[in-house]
């Protein structure tokens, strides 16, 4: 009985998956952070500027001059912060301030599970009027918060409820975003976009410093980033692989980048968050485990890092158009998507932590301004003369 | 020759009736998980701070060793660190249970008696009336 051999794995036997695995968690991020948005802004409500944003757009009679003079002033502003406190990042980790830098991001996660989910849950009672009391509120939202805490903290936690509180808090901070005037946030988000494409790719970049570092040091940044689960390469001998936490892989593979941080200044309070806008992917060994000894192999296996500010990002583009009509919904979703599969293929080539917010939010841009001036126009237009649709 | 081939493979379909297969990894993410030595400490160190009115922690550790949950204690290899394990993921499973059948017991009074069972401290303890009173939904 001869024994079918295997081929070797090739990069489209598993891109699929691959691919599937993180846009699963990014739109259930974009649909939880619409559906939030469209049932929580049926009345009109009023902006209330946060604190380091200029803004008139909330005043009546403002020229559109002046509310895009206010929304890049804005967009610098956070750009400008953004610069610095990543700047600040990469002097913590290059003076070996992990400890630090873990603390505090378990307190950020703290506060936006505790604080930023807790006000949105009473926004929704407040909305459904439900009627919960205030124990049973205060003791599920402590559950909830200490929990989520633990899952981003410790580094051995299930799977799964890393994941889903780590897209939780991507729902939350971007239902918080989708709170700014309405030019302020297409501002900011071109705005970041380039600030991405230049913090990663150029040789000066803080992303960059941060990635060369952590590659020279063989250690893993502390940041809030998603991981997929990685893909089994082969399932017969998935038993014998044992991830070594935070191992590299020895000898002649291909270089392991890994993710980049990058801190998000919250509105409300003053407290950043440390996300990380790339994607990387650690590497995919294919051999290796023909080589294990008794069994045993060591290995990682390939897996692809989405930091939590893309999440964000994208939600914030998908939510405000949901505060416009649906129809901008559909046409952002697909123009990120596409845009994330766009990135996906380009990590795949170049092997190397790319920005994956520039192309996304490009595209998102251009196909909301064109759906808003053009395709609904046509839409309606077909629907009212029994036409189409 | 042929009674202990008749053993075995009464034994093979006991096992496979019951469906089970021997936990060799504890936790439910498989080889990507804890070993079964690192497992012990963790499931104590989850039982432990569930005590801090964190029910929902308890409950993530059950989800965590949802394997040794479902196995029975005969399953284990000897010597296996397992059997240590599998106390503490039963207590934190049997205190989830309780404490969230009380606190559904107190929630769900709340809600269906209302104010006709409290009276007027129904009013003040109800959330949207609290979360006006300390101004948590004004400053947004």
């Known amino acids: 009985m001869a024994e079918t051999l295997e081929e070797p794995p090739t990069l489209l036997s598993t891109i699929g998956e691959e691919i599937i695995r993180i846009i699963a968690p990014v739109s259930a991020c974009m649909l939880l952070v619409v559906l939030l948005v469209s049932v929580l802004s049926s009345s009109s409500s009023s902006d209330a500027p946060p604190t380091i944003v200029f803004s008139a757009d909330s005043e009546t009679g403002s020229s559109t001059w002046d509310k895009l003079k206010d929304a890049l002033l804005s967009s610098i502003a956070f750009v400008a912060t953004v610069t610095l406190l990543t700047f600040l990042l990469v002097l913590l980790f290059y003076f070996r301030c992990t400890s630090f830098l873990k603390y505090y991001m378990a307190f950020s996660s703290f506060i936006v599970l505790a604080i930023l989910g807790g006000e949105i849950t009473l926004f929704l009672i407040d909305k459904f009027s439900i009627p919960v009391d205030s124990v049973t509120f205060f003791i599920l939202l402590f559950n909830f918060s200490v929990v989520g805490v633990m899952a981003v903290f410790l580094s051995r936690m299930a799977i799964v409820i890393t994941q889903s509180y780590l897209v939780l808090i991507g729902v939350l901070v971007a239902y918080w975003f989708t709170m700014l005037p309405e030019w302020t946030t297409w501002a900011l988000l071109i705005a970041m976009a380039l600030y991405d494409l230049a913090a990663v790719l150029l040789p000066g970049g803080p992303l960059r410093l941060l990635v060369e570092l952590a590659m020279s040091r063989d250690e893993e940044i502390p940041a809030l980033v998603y991981e997929a689960r990685p893909v089994d390469q082969h399932t017969a001998s998935n038993r014998r692989i044992w991830r070594s936490s935070g191992v590299s892989s020895n000898g002649d593979l291909v270089q392991e980048s890994l993710p980049e941080t990058r801190l998000v200044v919250a509105e409300e309070a003053v407290v950043s968050e440390v996300t990380a806008p790339l994607i990387s992917s650690a590497n995919v060994d294919h051999h290796r485990q023909e080589n294990s000894v008794d069994g045993i192999g060591l290995g990682e296996s390939g897996a692809i890092k989405l930091g939590l500010g893309d999440f964000i990002f994208y939600s914030v583009l998908v939510g405000r158009a949901a505060l416009y009509d649906f129809m901008t919904v559909y046409a952002c979703y697909l123009a990120i998507i596409a845009g994330l599969g766009i990135t996906l293929l380009l990590l795949a080539f170049y092997r190397r932590a790319l920005p994956a917010l520039p192309v996304s939010i490009l595209l998102g841009v251009l196909f909301y301004v064109l759906t808003r001036v053009l395709l609904e126009m046509f839409v309606v237009q077909c629907s009212t003369n029994l036409l189409m649709f | ?140």
């Open chain 2, 1 to 140: 020759m042929e009674r202990r081939e008749q053993e075995e493979d009464e034994e093979r379909r006991h096992l496979r009736g019951r469906g089970i297969v021997l936990p060799a990894w504890p936790t439910v993410d498989g080889p990507l998980g804890l070993s079964p030595e690192e497992s012990v400490a963790y499931a104590r160190r989850f039982f432990r701070w569930g005590f801090a009115l964190l029910p929902w922690l308890w409950a993530v550790n059950c989800i965590y060793f949802w394997p040794v949950l479902r196995a029975r204690p005969s399953d284990f290899p000897a010597f296996s660190p397992l059997t240590h394990l599998r106390p503490y993921v039963l207590r934190s499973a049997i205190g989830f249970t309780v404490f969230t059948v009380l606190l559904s017991i107190w929630a769900l009074t709340f809600m269906i008696g209302g104010k006709p069972l409290f009276g007027s401290v129904w009013d003040d303890l109800v959330m949207y009336n609290v979360a006006d009173k300390l101004g948590l939904t004004g400053w947004y």
